[in-house]
């Protein structure tokens, strides 16, 4: 029988922004992936600037190379390159995109994770992207970039990722706690390229999801809404400082 196992990991180096895939990185501070969601946009009142605020992100491709120290964004056909010396520069840029004045922030010990109590990698398996990639004709790759989880599990039925709610498992050497099922948020329902909205994208997956609970799935998680995919992890601090590569096996 074969294992399930690490097939692909992501991280988001800017929140809301593209992801960069690699084939290993390293636990940092509270449980977090390394460099993931480490830059993050505030408004002049403080508050955070995402994708489920500002629909215009999703027309916004981004590369960010950490070792130069470089941000390249493309917009409307046109590419933009600044260093990480010229974050005002980057702040101008998404300021006149966006129409409001906005601050792009870093936070190398931990970042800004999209889970406040629950700061570990996201995790999925591929069988599950497929299966939601059914659900409503779009490609595989496509339901990938619409729930953006961090890791990517092979050899795994569709959900499998829901029996790991409240256990603690081994991806390769590191201890992780499985937290819970991901409630999700608007952003899934929109094309992550163009920011189209799939009409009743809600209403279907929660009926797609009822249908199809799997017999990995604690019934209790879904008291509240079927809307909910992937798994939130911790990281516990005895294992910060080791890594996480593609091909180790998933353990239970």
Known sequence: MQKPYIFRIFIYPIKSLDPLEVESVKIIENGSLEHDREFAFFDEE???VNAKKEKKFHLIR?????????????????????????????????SEIFGYKVFLKRNKEGGF????????????????????????????????????ANIEIGNAPPFWEDSLVGKTFKIGNVVVE???????????????????????????????????????SPREVFKDTFYRLCLNT?????????????GEEVKV
């Open 46 to 48: 403080g508050k955070i």
């Open 62 to 94: 981004s590369f960010v190379d950490f070792e130069n120290e470089i941000f390249k964004f493309k917009y409307r056909n046109e590419v933009w390159q600044f260093s990480f010396g010229e974050i005002n520069k980057v702040n101008e840029f998404f």
């Open 113 to 148: 994770p999209d889970d406040r109590k629950a700061h570990g990698p996201t995790i999925v398996s591929s069988a599950t992207l497929r299966t939601v990639a059914n659900w409503f004709d779009i490609s595989e790759d496509e339901a990938r970039k619409r729930f953006r």
């Open 178 to 216: 499985g937290a819970n099922v991901s409630k999700r948020c608007p952003v899934p329902t929109r094309n992550p390229e163009t920011g189209e909205v799939i009409k009743d994208f809600v209403k279907k997956f929660i009926e797609f999801r009822k249908n199809s609970l799997s017999e990995f």
């Open 234 to 246: 911790n990281i516990p601090a005895s294992e910060w400082g080791k890594e996480i590569r593609i």
